[in-house]
């Protein structure tokens, strides 16, 4: 059989998970007309300077028509030197506007790219927390480091060029019918080889090529893993099987290489062939006309050339294309996150104190599977409320109530006599924050990690919160004081100094109800013991419902609710719920011995 | 080499004393696909070079009235088609090849590395070279490797071109010959230049991705507790400057593209002027002018592939440096231990476990806890337990398995023998069953090891969330460093990885910290009743694993300083009591005092 047929695995297919929209049709095209609306002037500028550039090109063949023309008919005094000083003339003028045509070129795709990537980190942070929380930031990750890659080529060249390549060509075909009418026609015999390939190719080669470049990223992708892994992989002895890995992606990969290689070895000749049957046809054609008298030598010589001229803009349609189709597939992901309704809150909803309140709460993440089945909580402003109970019992997803990141299928959760649920985000967290184990680092200065929680804070008062939580210390020995630039690529820092950065942010932003998810559990038990004092210093006064997995947080708490499957199942103070004897007490009994 | 055959069987002893040298030995390694491409080339730029000539018999025909000579253009102009054609379609195929087995081939030997490097790759700087060579260097060497031989096939041909042209019309020719010359000084010092700038542009490009991806990767932070506009300002600011300086890039290229207009231009002119005015001298005839002009256009095209090159060349030189020296890296131990072959016979894993620096000693067959005041100093002895620690003990002296020293057996067997389970285990994606695919002893099946680690809840979690795989849990993907699941579910899944290598001594450090109280004791039992008449070592500071040990021990400042089952010595040891109950002094002191 001649020809490869498509590999049997897709690598785009497993790419990521998508948890997040992927825009429709509808609003892709309603995406794209906005960006060409914003642009338009400079789409006018691009094509005009372009116009005038192909123009200025043409010259030169027509000027060399009509000295063979005179040559031919043997003219004996042929005013070269105007022909020469007309050349210089449109040359000059070329040049100049092919370097215009290049540089608007880039500055309007660089300029949509720039928009393209703002306005999704801008739909991005504007995410309702719920809808984070639920999707995880993996595929909004992908799509802001693999998309926008893919996409940067097709706006900075695909885009302007292919403007250009359609003018050119558009002129090109223009200026060949000027020249000479009947010469046009022989350009038709080659557009249905032309079309016959194009759509054979064009049904094929987006996704092949998205397949082939999801290949290609696997194969570092298995490194990358390897290598993050390199203990772990030492310690299991499992290089053999990474290498095995490696290689059957390097097979999955150059599969696909393999494949879109057999796509090009049908278009390649198809457009070489095309290009020889304008050139071949235009000069036997013509030749013929000539032979005829129906158009003259120089007519043919201008054409000729033209029709040569042509094979640029055409390859230049073809390639970019290409580009233009894959890179639809990523619009369609960025895009996506606009049809995600924003957080929609309620205004004019606002707490009237701080008694935050959960009645008959029933939650769950999937239709028709509870995690909370009926949960009743009532705690008073400046309460210590400690949650315990085994993995998977509903903690965490009480605590997400609690913090009005989720709204209850049935009862409701309050704060100070509003629905949580229905205030916006915004104005939720001056009141409530959730702390969980994710103590993010951002690249950045120390200065920006803290100012993010209160931007209009000054250096003082930064300092003061640092120190709130105990990190001055470490803090002041750093060379560039707050200007250190932390973060993956900065200055190292440890999981407790990360810990002591996300709690000094919560100093600065100052809300008077904090929901604390294990937010130690990842440090080692001395360095959070160290943390869990300096936090106890920051929350006094405060209503604090935790998440505990150690048992000592809890003792310390003025109620302990037991909670087990999706329900609490004890609750009272730590003594109460030693002296009922239930399975608080037992736990207690082998903790402290 | 075709590429269906990939991935090579063997790829090779890579040459890597240097960059150049490493390019070298790949374009060596691929001679024949070389040669084809030559070949192709040379059939592809030869044909479209001699197109104008078939233009010019054919004006030359009409000029001179002869159909027969017309038809005559005609077939070479088919000819020449069809040579430039399957010239170009194979070209292309052959270059490709080499590409894709070039850049195949330096990823397998990254692969076979990086295998082999294991724990050395924590140290930073190497593994982010090694990413940075498999991300980005690997294109760059592959298409300079790959350059090369469509740079000879240009070269070759435009040097024929010339010579045809001078031996054809010498004044003509020698005109062009010397034109392209010119253009050629003048473009390719321009070519550093915009490289330099579209390396600049690279470096922000990658700075502003970097901030997005941290944006992203931070936004729950951010949604929780504000600063949105203070990150999506930075954003802007960077994704600006990436505009900015993509457009000074292009400013370069605008003016290099009105370079390679303007000569060239120039260059027709000259022809024109020249050529006209030796036809009108009857020295030229006019389908030769239009040969001459077309061959003037025809050789910017093989000017191209020479900047190609230059610019292939300039770019990959860093990075073949880069995949140079990370193929060079060895493992951090291997110095040290190939210094003492011979013993890995007598290695007993059956026997105790002992480490002279700090005097801790786990018994054969019994479950000891070691509790340590410093966390990192725990980190340092469970690193030291396993043998071939990247850090060696201070003065020497070598941890000991069954009396004999686990560093003079070769790392493969000490592994075997000893499993060090750090505090941040990394799962690899995949699925479930996939991830507890590991060399093992095959007597702990992947349920029971589940069951004891009480990976219950991940089970259901995984099978829940994901419709299509039937409920089979075990068969649900993993996200990359098990992202999706909370940090007590990874913990808990890859103890159970531990316990289904089964290996002769287990040591894990800090296994449970982030597990619940209820869950972590019942893992504990069941961790016991798993490793029955196995030697494990858990280094942890919670009761409740500390109680079901067979053994205690209390390191402090390096030296064990006190031993005994847990309550004993929570009894008897102040210090003991202090660091399990997670009391500081002032709080023990006040809470006596308060008494």
Redesign the interface.
């Known amino acids: 059989m001649i020809g490869v047929a498509p590999p049997a695995y897709d690598p785009a297919a ?1 790419e990521s ?1 998508t948890t997040l929209p992927v825009g429709t049709p509808a609003t892709v095209r309603a995406y794209v007309r906005l960006l060409f609306r914003r642009h338009r002037r400079a789409f006018v500028l691009l094509v005009t300077v372009n116009a005038i550039a192909v123009t200025a ?1 043409m010259v ?1 063949p027509y ?2 028509g009509t ?2 023309e005179d ?2 008919a043997g003219v ?1 005094d ?1 005013p ?1 030197e105007r ?2 000083a007309l ?2 003339v449109a ?1 000059l003028v ?3 506007f ?3 045509v ?2 608007r ?3 309007l795709g ?2 949509m ?2 928009d393209l ?2 306005d999704f ?2 739909r ?6 719920g809808v ?2 639920r999707a ?3 595929d ?2 992908s799509r ?2 693999t998309d ?2 893919r996409l ?1 080529n097709a706006m ?1 060249e695909a885009v302007p060029q292919l403007a250009i390549g359609v003018v050119w060509a558009a002129l090109l075909l223009g200026a060949l019918t000027v020249t000479a009418p009947p010469l046009a026609l022989a350009v038709l015999i080659a557009l249905p080889v032309l079309i016959t390939g194009c759509r054979w190719y064009y049904r094929r080669a987006p996704a092949a090529y998205r397949s082939e470049a999801a290949g290609y990223a696997a ?22 099987r ?2 095995g890995l ?2 059957q992606r ?2 999955e990969w ?2 696909w ?2 494949y879109t ?1 057999w796509l ?2 049908i278009i ?2 198809t457009l ?2 095309s290009n ?2 304008v ?2 046809s235009v ?2 054609l ?3 006309f ?2 005829e008298g129906w158009i003259s ?1 120089g007519q ?2 201008t054409g ?2 033209f029709s ?1 001229m042509l094979f640029e803009p055409v390859s230049l349609i073809l390639r970019w294309y290409d580009e233009l189709q894959v890179a639809q597939v990523s619009l369609a992901r960025l895009v996506g996150v606009r049809e995600i309704e924003p957080d929609s809150g309620d205004g004019a909803l606002s707490p009237d104190g701080r008694r935050m309140q959960a009645d008959e709460v029933r939650f769950g993440y ?1 239709e028709g ?1 509870d995690v909370l089945h009926g949960v009743t909580l009532d705690v008073p402003p400046g309460t210590r409320v400690a949650l ?5 019992a509903g903690k ?1 997803t009480l605590g997400r109530l609690l ?1 009005g990141i989720y709204g209850p299928r049935e009862g409701e959760v309050t704060l100070g006599g509003a629905e949580l649920s229905r205030m916006p ?2 104005r939720v ?1 001056r009141h409530v ?2 702390v ?3 103590h ?1 680092v ?3 200065s120390l200065r ?1 990690n803290l ?5 209009d804070a000054d250096d003082s008062e930064l300092r003061a919160a640092l120190g709130a939580v105990g990190a001055d210390d470490w803090a002041d020995g750093l060379t560039d004081g707050l200007d250190t630039e932390v ?3 900065g200055v190292a820092v440890t999981p407790a100094q990360a810990q002591q950065i ?1 709690l000094a ?2 100093v600065l ?1 100052d809300p008077h109800t904090l929901v604390l998810d ?1 937010a130690t ?9 160290h943390l869990e ?1 300096s936090l106890a210093q920051v929350l006094e006064g405060r209503t604090v419902v935790a998440i505990a ?4 947080t809890a003792h310390d708490a003025d109620v302990i609710a037991v909670v087990e499957q999706g329900t609490i199942s004890e609750l009272g103070s730590h003594d109460t719920l030693v002296a009922a004897d239930g ?1 608080y007490a037992a ?1 207690w009994r ?4 | 080499m075709h590429i269906r055959h990939l991935p090579y069987p063997d790829p090779g002893t890579p040459d890597v004393r240097s960059g150049h040298h490493f390019l070298l030995w790949l374009g060596r390694q691929q001679l024949g696909g070389q040669a084809k491409s030559l070949a192709w080339g040379t059939l592809h730029l030869l044909s479209v070079a001699a197109l104008p000539l078939a233009v010019g018999l054919a004006v030359q025909a009409v000029v001179d009235r002869s159909g027969e000579r017309l038809a005559l253009a005609g077939a070479l102009m088919a000819l020449l088609g069809a040579g430039a054609t399957v010239g170009d379609t194979m070209l292309h195929r052959t270059a490709i090849t080499n590409w894709v087995t070039a850049a195949a081939r330096v990823q397998q030997l990254l692969a076979r590395r990086t295998a082999s490097l294991g724990a050395t790759l924590t140290q930073r700087v190497a593994a982010g070279e090694v990413v940075a060579v498999s991300t980005g260097d690997i294109e760059k060497v592959g298409w300079c490797v790959e350059s090369a031989s469509r740079f000879s096939a240009a070269l070759l041909v435009s040097l024929s071109v010339c010579a045809g042209l001078i031996a054809y019309e010498p004044e003509l020719g020698g005109l062009v010959a010397a034109g392209l010359l010119v253009l050629t000084l003048v473009i390719l010092p321009m070519l550093p230049r915009a490289t330099r700038r579209a390396d600049l542009q690279r470096e922000k490009a990658g700075r502003a991705t970097e901030l997005a991806a941290d944006t992203v990767a931070g936004l729950r932070v951010l949604r929780g507790i504000g600063g949105e506009q203070l990150f999506l300002e930075r954003y802007r600011k960077a994704s600006q400057e990436v505009r900015g300086s993509a457009v000074r890039t292009a400013r370069m290229w605008a003016l290099i593209e009105a370079v390679q207009v303007a000569l060239p231009g120039l260059l027709l002119i000259a022809v024109i002027w020249q050529g006209t005015r030796m036809t009108t001298d009857g020295r030229l005839a006019v389908g030769e002018l239009v040969t001459v002009y077309g061959a003037v256009t025809f050789l910017l095209f093989p000017l191209r592939m020479f900047q190609e090159f230059a610019m292939a060349y300039s770019f990959s030189r860093p990075s073949a440096t880069r995949a140079a020296r990370v193929l060079a890296l060895h493992h951090a131990t291997e110095a040290r231990t190939a210094a003492a072959p011979g013993t890995a016979a007598a290695l007993r894993p059956e026997g105790d476990l002992y480490d002279p620096a700090s005097g801790v000693l786990a018994a054969a067959g019994q479950l000891t806890a070691v509790v340590c005041g410093d966390a990192d100093a725990a980190g340092v002895l469970a690193d030291r337990l396993g043998g071939h620690a990247l850090a060696p003990s201070p003065d020497g002296e070598e941890v000991l398995l069954g009396g004999v020293a686990l560093d003079d057996a070769p790392l493969d067997v000490a592994r075997t023998a000893v499993l060090v389970q750090d505090k941040d285990p990394v799962l690899l994606s995949g699925t479930l069953e996939e991830l507890m695919d590991v060399p093992s002893s095959g007597e702990v099946a992947v349920r029971d090891a589940l069951e004891a680690a009480q990976c219950g809840d991940v089970l259901a979690a995984l099978a829940q969330g994901s419709p299509g795989t039937d409920a089979d849990p075990l068969r649900v993907r993993i996200t990359e460093r098990g992202r999706s699941l909370s940090g007590g579910q990874r913990q808990r899944l890859a103890l159970a990885r531990s316990l289904v290598t089964d290996p002769a001594v287990l040591v894990l450090d800090e296994p449970t910290s982030a597990v619940d109280s209820h869950t972590e004791s019942r893992i504990a039992t069941a961790l016991h009743r798993i490793r029955a008449g196995r030697t494990t070592v858990v280094l942890t500071s919670s009761p409740l694993v500390l109680d079901c040990a067979d053994q205690v021990l209390l390191v402090q400042d390096g030296r064990v300083t006190a031993s005994g089952p847990h309550r004993k010595l929570l009894h008897t040891d102040a210090d003991y009591r202090a660091v399990v109950t997670r009391q500081t002094d002032e709080e023990l002191t006040e809470r006596t005092g308060s008494a």
């Open positions: 497993s998970v090109s030169g000027l060399l000295v063979v040559l031919a004996e042929i070269l022909t020469v050349f210089a040359l070329q040049t100049v092919i370097r215009m290049r540089l070129g880039a500055m660089e300029e790219l720039a990537r703002e980190l801008v991005s942070v504007g995410l309702p927390p984070l929380e995880g930031t993996g909004l990750l802001i480091t926008i890659d940067a900075r194969v570092a992708g298995a490194l990358a893993e390897t290598v993050d892994a390199g203990r772990t992989v030492e310690a299991h002895r499992l290089g053999a990474r290498i490696s290689e390097i097979a150059t599969a290489e393999r290689l090009r070895t390649f000749p070489n062939l020889v049957l050139l071949g000069l036997m013509g030749g013929v000539v032979l030598v043919l010589t000729a050339l040569q999937h599977a315990v109970g085994p993995s998977g965490s913090a985000a915004e967290r924050a959730l969980n184990q994710e993010h951002f690249v950045g920006e100012l993010l929680a209160r931007t973060g993956s690529g996300a942010r919560l932003a294990e559990s990842l440090l080692d038990p001395r360095a959070a013991r004092r997995h150690r048992l000592h399975a736990l082998s903790w402290h011995g």
